[in-house]
């Protein structure tokens, strides 16, 4: 079972979820298995009916990690820097895949999807921050207990890591290093992310976007778009498609990083959000665990969508 980085601080985290042989209250399933962890599973019924819509959540012990990219990190930005350690002092349930537009339907009964590229596997996008705080609190009011809510930056950084320092998480027979080779050309990504090298890969819906004149691409494609949500490798905590696919928007501004450890960090509140993880357009540099930019929570876009995080109480 993969583990959390060491805290430095000698400081034991918060108790395994299920010590106590119960399921979250929210939970309609739940388990553990060898390879990630624990796991709950959160059932909605589907609109339209036929078989419910499941979300499965993944366990992301408290623990302690370095934000931020090393000095020499291929496509680094300057404000992923300096590299800090960060101390999360509770750990929380973090869904497994970005929200996927069958979730957002189940939700949001009375609106349509507002995804450009329509599909109930793929991750549901053109939702603004605004509209994920809607679906936040439709969503809590749904199932009791279940108080969830956008990751912050740092909550979102340390899961997509899953205690790897370099570029990438780490994934069986690779370092998590990175090197690009050409402006969409990363071979490392191929295997765990949809990015601009190779989302329009046998890209089947028509509403594709014209992907022929992207340059330096790993692989040829003409029409490119978003893709079904977990059909590339996991971390090493079962989290799918954490870089690539679309990005996703974080609880909390962009904080400027500074050298001494923080604990439970977030950025100040301004009318700007973090945005993390890279998307199926973006460029080999936008798409590592350190990489991190911002926009107006009015905004909505063909690659950025979101998932959430339920914290565990104290």
Known sequence: MAVAVVDPSGVE??????????????????????????????????????????????WIPAGSFQMGSAENEPGRWNDEGPRHWVRLTRGYWMMDTACTQALWCAVMTDEGNPSYFQDPERPVEQVSWDDVARFVVRLNGLVDGLASGLPTEAQWEYAC???????????????????????????????IAWYGGNSGVDFELKNGVDSADWPEKQYAHKRAGSRKVGKKVPNGWGLYDMLGNVCEWCDDSMRDYGGEMVVDPRGASTESRAIR??????????????????????????????????VQDK
């Open 161 to 191: 890591r899953a205690g790897s320092d370099s570029a990438l998480y780490r994934t069986a027979g690779t370092s998590g290093a990175i090197e690009i080779v050409g402006t969409c050309n990363a071979p490392a990504l191929d295997g």
């Open 13 to 58: 985290g918060i108790a395994h979820p299920l010590c106590d042989g119960g399921a979250p209250g929210w939970a309609a399933e739940w388990g553990e298995d060898s390879q990630f962890g624990p796991y709950a599973i959160l059932e909605l019924p589907r609109r339209g009916g036929g078989k419910p819509v499941r979300q499965r959540w993944r």
């Open 277 to 310: 993880g890279g998307s199926w357009d973006g460029l080999a540099r936008f798409v590592r665990c350190a990489y991190r930019f911002q926009n107006s929570p009015e905004g909505r876009y063909s690659d950025l969508g979101f998932r959430l995080v339920r």
